[in-house]
């Protein structure tokens, strides 16, 4: 059974960072891409960010790019997503998903129902 579960979220002042982690079990994310996605209240959910599984290759959300940096351990089983420069707009609860040999792209991030699993999510608050 797969299983996602995110971790690293908080509140953080606007300028602040986080470091979200996705952690797989049940499975081995080596043949997965990795998105993370959030989602604000009344509002759809949205992809932020996506890693290949083969060439690790990288696509962003517009608004997270030079400030959001996505990465994999999968020696470690986990997914990671390093935010900076945090603005009041992040705030959302950030999900992980994945799904199996998919290479990444914008495509992709507007297919939720193309992903295998889905974390619980994590929620991620910018407020002074």
């Known amino acids: 059974q797969l299983e996602l579960v995110e971790s690293g979220g908080g509140l953080v002042q606007p300028g602040g960072s986080l470091n979200l982690s996705c952690a797989a079990s049940?499975?081995?994310?080596?043949?997965?891409?990795i998105a993370w996605f959030r989602q604000a209240p009344g509002k759809e959910r949205e992809g932020v960010s996506c890693?290949?599984?083969?060439?690790?290759?990288?696509y962003y959300l517009d608004s997270a790019k030079g400030r959001f940096t996505i990465s994999r351990d999968n020696a470690k089983n986990t997914g990671y997503l390093q935010m900076n420069s945090l603005k009041s707009e992040d705030t959302a609860i950030y999900y992980c998903?994945?799904?199996?040999?998919?290479?990444?792209?914008?495509?992709?991030?507007?297919?939720?129902?193309?992903?295998?699993?889905w974390g619980q999510g994590t929620q991620v608050t910018v407020s002074s």
């Open positions: 998903a994945v799904i199996e040999y998919y290479i990444c792209s914008g495509f992709l991030l507007q297919s939720l129902n193309l992903f295998d699993a």
């Open positions: 890693i290949s599984p083969s060439d690790g290759s990288t």
């Open positions: 049940g499975f081995t994310l080596d043949y997965y891409a």
